[in-house]
């Protein structure tokens, strides 16, 4: 079992950093790849970025790729997510999410596992 909970959303104008930040409880967690999703108001859910659980692994949405990184840090239990150069349209809630699915699978099932956060709104102003 691994419970997370996000921190670090909130309000930004456009063009400015934001970094998430995910942390989990459990003794797993360097077993799970990690990831974060998010959803829009009105819209369905979307993967922005994932690594995998070694950490030597990243991918990215198209639309994030070169502003967002995400990384882990397995000694601390946690995930961040670096937001630069932000954009009215990347307002949001975002998930942390784990689990043992990659890539294609993720595309596939819509997530990397059965383990979500609470979630942490970011609002980017224009």
Same mark, same amino acid.
């Given at each position: ?7 670090? @959303?909130?309000?930004? %104008? $456009?063009? =400015?950093?934001? +970094?998430?930040?995910? #942390? !989990? ?9 990690? @990831?974060?999703?998010? %959803? $829009?108001? =009105?819209?369905? +859910?979307?993967?922005? #970025? !994932? ?23 397995? #000694? ?51």
């Amino acid at each position: 079992q691994v419970q997370l909970v996000e921190s670090g @959303g909130g309000l930004v %104008q $456009a063009g =400015g950093s934001l +970094r998430l930040s995910c #942390a !989990a409880s459990g003794r797993t967690f360097s077993s799970y790849h990690m @990831g974060w999703f998010r %959803q $829009a108001p =009105g819209k369905g +859910r979307e993967f922005v #970025a !994932a690594i995998s659980w070694s950490g030597d692994t990243t991918y990215y949405a198209d639309s994030v790729k070169g502003r967002f990184t995400i990384s882990r840090d397995n #000694a601390k239990n946690t995930v961040y997510l670096q937001m630069n150069s932000l954009k009215p349209e990347d307002t949001a809630a975002y998930y942390c999410n784990a689990g043992l699915n990659w890539k294609n699978t993720v595309t596939t099932m819509g997530s990397l596992g059965d383990y979500w956060g609470q979630g942490t709104q970011v609002t980017v102003s224009s």
